[in-house]
């Protein structure tokens, strides 16, 4: 059954319990603001017919990155209770993208191509994080493992995140030491970690995964799914 009824032409509220199997009593607690004028309802009108349930349990499912936004499942219901927009590899003209290019000798890169492309996962230093399996781990107070103060571009902060064999040999071929979830610090971009665009974001994404751990929660499940 619907959490909600739209009023048809004709319909009143006795109408509309009686469809969906309730008194009128039941209809009028669940919309209080009807209890003074029950009849004064207009078509398109949405009137309540079940209970706002509201989700307690702040434990996740999973993290789940596409290549454009990080989306947070719930456990209970598994529902997408929040999407932050997010990038992996670097954009045409990234700083990075220069500095290993101008510094480093890099050849096989080039400043105009977006190596946020998805068919750029095995890029050294450049490309995407790879499509797979990872876990991040869950501790106290959820502490930085990393933030710009280690390293430029990294923001506000973030954790390193443990992958499975095939990530592990994913990181020999590719030339990464491991990936990692932060706030990529703008627009910077980010080689082989999944960066939140937002200071926000990130600050907000710890605040979800310390309510899940302070719940017993020990890892969260993190998808890599383009």
Not at 101 to 115: A, Q
Not at 157 to 166: C, N, Q, Y
């Amino acid at each position: 059954m619907a959490d909600v009824h739209i009023v048809k032409k004709g319909e009143t509220l006795s109408i509309i319990a009686g469809k969906h199997g309730l008194t009128l009593a039941k209809v009028l607690s669940l919309n209080p603001t009807l209890k003074n004028n029950p009849h004064r309802i207009l078509p398109g009108m949405p009137i309540r017919i079940a209970p706002l349930v509201v989700s307690t349990d702040p434990r996740l499912a999973r993290l789940v990155f596409n290549g454009t936004e990080l989306q947070v499942i719930s456990i209970e219901g598994d529902k997408v209770v929040a999407k932050y927009p997010a990038v992996s590899g670097l954009p045409p003209h990234a700083p990075r993208l220069k500095e290993l290019i101008d510094k480093d000798g890099r050849d096989d890169l080039n400043i105009e191509t977006d190596y946020t492309e998805t068919k750029y996962q095995d890029v050294k230093d450049a490309g995407p994080i790879q499509a797979g399996d990872y876990a991040l781990a869950l501790k106290s107070g959820m502490p930085y493992d990393k933030t710009a103060a280690d390293s430029p571009g990294w923001g506000e902060g973030g954790w390193f995140l443990a992958e499975d064999w095939w990530g592990k040999l994913g990181n020999v071929f590719g030339g990464r030491s491991g990936f990692f979830l932060h706030h990529d610090g703008g627009s910077r971009g980010t080689s082989g970690c999944i960066g939140l665009k937002s200071g926000s974001d990130i600050k907000a994404l710890k605040r979800l995964l310390t309510a899940a751990q302070e719940k017993g929660q020990e890892s969260v499940p993190v998808e890599v799914r383009y």
